[in-house]
T-cell receptor
Framework: DAKTTQPPSMDCAEGRAANLPCNHS???????VYWYRQIHSQGPQYIIH???NNETNEMASLIITEDRKSSTLILPHATLRDTAVYYCIVGGDYNYGQNFVFGPGTRLSVLP | GAGVSQSPSNKVTEKGKDVELRCDPI?????LYWYRQRLGQGLEFLIYFQGNSAPDKSGLPSDRFSAERTGESVSTLTIQRTQQEDSAVYLC???????????FGNGTRLTVT
């Protein structure tokens, strides 16, 4: 079973920020939060990951709560090309195989 | 540089036939994963290879499924006596070591008629 829960779907207006939540209440102290996205007919693509501190890269920002039980992926200015399924997973350097569980994710639709 | 390459991109086969799916990981990546993704669903873990260690086969759904990996290079996933429920996209991913930064191929779409 997935160690994370996400809403099944979300809509966002083009040009606005998309905020995708993820709950991971059973996360262990040394497990990271990873975000991937999957655009139709492609393999999942890594977006960002973090441990405790908030992170930002050219694609997105990741906000992790202080208790680390939840996080939010932020796409600051969503475009139509950001329409995809977004997956939140948790794992650490010791995790492998079946411990990387991709649940159904959140289907984000960016609307014109 | 080159990413994870999977072949074929599409495969249509008749029920009962055997199929082989190929994955070429990124050079130097010691870890390799196979996942199955049925239409509209999330990724289902199948098998994991890490270096020369024994593979983690705990996700293989039946003994019709098997996989091999030659050293730290190419892997093949074999499905024997295919069934219609085997129809799915089979995704391969590799990473430098165990850990969550996975690089995925674009998958092989298998259709069993």
């Amino acid at each position: 079973d997935a160690k994370t829960t996400q809403p099944p779907s979300m809509d966002c207006a083009e040009g606005r920020a998309a905020n995708l939540p993820c709950n991971h209440s059973t996360i262990s102290g040394n497990e990271y939060v990873y975000w991937y996205r999957q655009i139709h007919s492609q393999g999942p693509q890594y977006i960002i990951h973090g441990l405790k501190n908030n992170e930002t890269n050219e694609m997105a920002s990741l906000i992790i709560t202080e208790d680390r039980k939840s996080s939010t992926l932020i796409l600051p200015h969503a475009t139509l090309r950001d329409t995809a399924v977004y997956y939140c997973i948790v794992g650490g350097d010791y995790n492998y195989g079946q411990n990387f569980v991709f649940g159904p994710g959140t289907r984000l639709s960016v609307l014109p | 540089g080159a990413g994870v390459s999977q072949s074929p991109s599409n495969k249509v086969t008749e029920k009962g036939k055997d199929v082989e799916l190929r994955c070429d990981p990124i050079s130097g990546h010691t870890a390799l994963y196979w996942y199955r993704q049925r239409l509209g669903q999330g990724l289902e873990f199948l098998i994991y290879f890490q270096g020369n260690s024994a593979p983690d086969k705990s996700g293989l759904p039946s003994d019709r499924f098997s996989a091999e990996r030659t050293g730290e290079s190419v892997s093949t996933l074999t499905i024997q006596r295919t069934q219609q429920e085997d129809s799915a996209v089979y995704l391969c991913a590799s990473s430098l070591a165990s850990g969550g930064l996975l690089h995925f191929g674009n998958g092989t779409r298998l259709t069993v008629t």
